[in-house]
T-cell receptor, first 114, second 112 residues
Framework: DTGVSQDPRHKITKRGQNVTFRCDPISEHNRLYWYRQTLGQGPEFLTYFQNEAQLEKSRLLSDRFSAERPKGSFSTLEIQRTEQGDSAMYLC????????????FGQGTRLTVV | DQQVKQNSPSLSVQEGRISILNCDYTNSMFDYFLWYKKYPAEGPTFLISISSIKDKNEDGRFTVFLNKSAKHLSLHIVPSQPGDSAVYFCAASPNSGYALNFGKGTSLLVTP
């Protein structure tokens, strides 16, 4: 148990639909990250929050993607007008607000866009 | 551009032998390095890390070696066990950074 719960575990959606994923850290951690992993690749950074502030967004995060972390606890990642290329595993991770600390990942949400 | 590279997509080792997984990086600003293990349909699990002020870090059967001049690190698993079979990802970040840069992974198979 890494202390990060993600919901849903799997999501199948039709192209053009909107989807929302949720990440719930079990304990208080300042930093929360979203990554995306496609087949044969390592996880790729999407965005991160320090408390409720979204401090960095990757260029991978198109304007169809939006992430929030109200109150600095759980986080949501929404994808609007999904495309087949959005099919991937979406991973949430947490870490302490310190340099050189490991990030702990949730089990991910597997998105399939048909 | 891939700043962290794992050039061996797969590795097969006999149980009890040493597994050596390699990783190269290009960004000289990286100074914190991690290894993660991943089973199918699960998120990556943290294994071991090393800061650039060290050249070796050991935790049980797992040892990570860092060669800064060569921009190379390796993970040694000894003795290897069948339960170690998984995909191993190397990751790196700069000191003041936050985002981890991952390699593409090496699939390790430990055979009985």
């Amino acid at each position: 148990d890494t202390g990060v719960s993600q919901d849903p575990r799997h999501k199948i959606t039709k192209r053009g639909q909107n989807v929302t994923f949720r990440c719930d850290p079990i304990s208080e951690h300042n930093r929360l990250y979203w990554y995306r992993q496609t087949l044969g690749q390592g996880p790729e950074f999407l965005t991160y929050f320090q408390n409720e502030a979204q401090l960095e967004k990757s260029r991978l995060l198109s304007d169809r993607f939006s992430a929030e972390r109200p109150k600095g606890s759980f986080s949501t990642l929404e994808i609007q007008r999904t495309e087949q290329g959005d099919s991937a595993m979406y991973l949430c991770a947490i870490s302490e607000h310190l340099s050189n600390t490991e990030a702990f990942f949730g089990q991910g949400t597997r998105l399939t866009v048909v | 551009d891939q700043q962290v590279k794992q050039n061996s997509p797969s590795l097969s080792v006999q149980e009890g032998r040493i597994s050596i997984l390699n990783c190269d990086y290009t960004n000289s600003m990286f100074d914190y390095f991690l290894w993660y293990k991943k089973y199918p349909a699960e998120g990556p699990t943290f294994l071991i890390s090393i800061s650039s002020i060290k050249d070796k870090n050991e935790d049980g059967r797992f040892t990570v070696f860092l060669n800064k001049s060569a921009k190379h690190l390796s993970l040694h698993i000894v003795p290897s066990q069948p339960g170690d079979s998984a995909v191993y990802f190397c990751a790196a970040s700069p000191n003041s950074g936050y985002a981890l840069n991952f390699g593409k992974g090496t699939s390790l198979l430990v055979t009985p």
